[in-house]
């Protein structure tokens, strides 16, 4: 199994990225696909998910500024943040316990290496 992120960067307060998480090794097209965040001295926040179905999950944080979805035939999961805040600098990670809602468990057994995200003026 083998996840790898990009589309993270510095951004000013109030602007967007586009998170890109690229597959492979499992059947992605059955499996919850998760995104969480870590900043310097917190804990992990599961930040949003989707089932295989398509219906999705977000943290209080991040609802309605955020948005989750998936590409079963690239086998890849986005997560397209907008209005972003200072608050929302983190190390941000996808991650997937497979057919199983990480974000349900706060834990998963797959993970990428990161992406950084500052937001920043």
């Known amino acids: 199994v083998q996840l790898v992120e990009s589309g993270g960067g510095l951004v000013q307060p109030g602007g967007s990225l586009r998170l890109s998480c690229a597959t492979s090794g499992f059947t992605f097209s059955s499996a919850a696909m998760s995104w969480a965040r870590q900043a310097p001295g917190k804990d992990l926040e599961w930040v949003s998910g989707i089932y295989d179905d398509g219906t999705t999950y977000y943290a209080d944080s991040v609802k309605g500024r955020f948005s989750i979805s998936r590409d079963n035939a690239g086998n890849a999961v986005f997560l397209q943040m907008t209005d972003l805040k200072p608050e929302d600098t983190a190390l941000y990670y996808c991650?997937?316990?497979?057919?199983?809602?990480?974000?349900?468990?706060?834990?998963?057994?797959?993970w990428g290496q990161g992406t950084q995200v500052t937001v920043s003026s």
């Open positions: 991650a997937t316990s497979l057919e199983v809602p990480a974000w349900i468990l706060r834990s998963a057994k797959y």
